[in-house]
């Protein structure tokens, strides 16, 4: 069964403080390993895919990477808007559904 | 160039009654997918929809179903409410084929049930 699994649950940091949010997965056959950020009463936004071990992308203060067994979503410098739930999902071969983890609670702190 | 809608955006129902929560896709998407999201938790898949069919379906009872309509717009059906129902309901959607471009989700629904 694919399964996610998030760490840690919550993170508080200061402004500036950098610090990465861990995702370890299992999945038969990767089709694409997703992150989104999510706000409180509102719905994931999407932040990247990636595909294959290796891989890296970067938007802004965000970078993501992947291993065969593991994501890093490292965010560096961050700044109190970057406070949310930061939610990591796989996608297996042949399939639709996108499998999620809990999520990672990041609180930024001026 | 409008997102994912979802209504309504609140919802309360009693238990055992029925409910009906709709999604219109992003311009240019032609699949939609459920999911449901409890409080403090990762969304769970409950089924995709494509060409008006039922693509996938997560571990949910029969008690929900769902609908495509031709305008690729959707719904989620739930019958014989749980109070374990009680979640947000969120809408994704996607265009075939080129999900890698990520999937794009609505704020969702609020669902209590008491």
């Known amino acids: 069964e694919d399964q996610v699994t998030q760490s840690p649950e919550a993170l508080r940091l200061q402004e500036g403080e950098s610090s990465s949010l861990n995702c370890s997965y299992t999945?038969?056959?990767?089709?694409?390993l997703f992150w989104y950020r999510q706000d409180p009463g509102k719905g994931p936004e999407f932040l990247f895919t990636?595909?294959?071990a290796g891989e890296e992308k970067e938007k802004e203060r965000l970078k993501a990477t992947l291993t065969k067994k593991e994501s890093f979503l490292h965010i560096t410098a961050p700044k109190p808007e970057d406070s949310a739930t930061y939610l990591c999902?796989?996608?297996?071969?042949?399939?639709?559904?996108?499998?999620f983890g809990q999520g990672t609670r990041l609180t930024i702190n001026p | 160039d409008a997102g994912v809608t979802q209504s309504p955006t609140h919802l309360i129902k009693t238990r055992g009654q029925q409910v009906t929560l709709r999604c219109s896709p992003k311009?240019?998407?032609?699949?939609v997918s459920w999911y449901q999201q409890a409080l403090g938790q990762g969304p769970q898949f409950i089924f995709q929809?494509?060409?008006?069919?039922?693509?996938q379906r997560g571990n949910f009872p029969d008690r929900f179903s769902g609908h495509q309509f031709p305008n690729y717009s959707s719904e989620l059906n739930v019958n014989a409410l749980l109070l374990g129902d009680s979640a947000l309901y969120l809408c994704?959607?996607?265009?075939?084929?080129?999900?890698?471009?990520?999937?794009?989700f609505g704020s969702g629904t609020r669902l209590t049930v008491v």
């Open positions: 994704a959607s996607s265009l075939q084929g080129r999900e890698a471009y990520g999937y794009t």
């Open positions: 999945v038969s056959g990767l089709r694409g």
């Open positions: 990636l595909y294959s």
């Open positions: 999902a796989v996608q297996a071969a042949e399939a639709q559904k996108l499998v």
């Open positions: 311009s240019g998407h032609d699949t």
């Open positions: 929809y494509y060409e008006e069919e039922e693509r």
